[in-house]
């Protein structure tokens, strides 16, 4: 079964500084990766993907990731952080195996704080 | 920018009675789903929607849900009798293909806050 981890309920980072937030992932197949982000009262924003190719994925808002298959992960970075990139952040997954497959599954998110 | 749009954005209700909670997907878009967050919890899967039919459900999206698109345009998810442990956030969703497409993610609506009292 297809299942996402994301270990940090919380992380906090000071404004400027480069942040990470973590997400492993298990599934049988190829994964099909994703990040959203959440801002208060508001929907689900995606922020990036992971199909195939480059390891490094550019996303939104100065947002990236790295899939790493040996060690399964897909954590998201960014150089320097903002203020405004407080939120909750959720990395989902889908199985890449099956092609009629059509739900993602998400991880518990994870909430940035930046500090001025 | 196109936007998935839901409504209302909060719906308060007494246990027992039955919710239709509304969406309207982007216009192009083909494939439609329900999730649902409890307070406090993970974003959960409930239903996948696509010509007209469920095309996959999971184990909470019982016999008291059902989804319909009434009109070409509107997307619903109706709880005939609600229970407290209903009470969540419901996003609902739509895609341009298939999420196996290698070029297609889904966009998610703001989200109806519903409360089961």
């Known amino acids: 079964a297809q299942s996402v981890a994301q270990p940090e309920d919380q992380v906090n980072v000071a404004e400027g500084n480069p942040l990470t937030v973590k997400c492993t992932y298990s599934v049988s197949g190829n994964p099909y990766l994703f990040w959203y982000v959440q801002y208060p009262n508001r929907g689900l924003q995606f922020l990036l993907k992971?199909?195939?190719?480059?390891?490094l994925v550019k996303g939104s808002y100065g947002f990236e990731a790295e899939f790493n298959k040996s060690q399964t992960s897909f954590h998201l970075k960014k150089p320097s952080a903002l203020v405004s990139d407080s939120a909750l952040y959720f990395c989902?997954?889908?199985?890449?195996?099956?092609?009629?497959?059509?739900?993602?599954?998400f991880g518990s998110g994870t909430r940035l704080s930046i500090r001025p | 920018e196109p936007e998935v749009t839901q409504t209302p954005s909060h719906q308060v209700t007494q246990m027992g009675q039955e919710v239709i909670l509304r969406c309207v997907p982007i216009s192009n878009h083909l494939y439609f789903y329900w999730y649902r967050q409890i307070l406090g919890q993970k974003v959960e899967f409930l239903v996948s929607f696509y010509n007209n039919e469920i095309s996959e459900k999971s184990e909470i999206f019982d016999d008291q849900f059902s989804v319909e698109r009434p009109d070409g345009s509107n997307f619903t998810l109706k709880i005939r009798s609600t229970k407290l442990e209903d009470s969540a956030m419901y996003f609902c969703?739509?895609?341009?293909?298939?999420?196996?497409?290698?070029?297609?993610?889904?966009?998610f609506g703001q989200g109806t806050r519903l409360t089961v009292v």
């Open positions: 969703a739509s895609s341009e293909a298939i999420l196996s497409s290698s070029n297609t993610e889904a966009f």
């Open positions: 989902a997954v889908r199985d890449g195996r099956y092609s009629s497959a059509s739900k993602i599954i």
């Open positions: 992971y199909i195939t190719g480059d390891n």
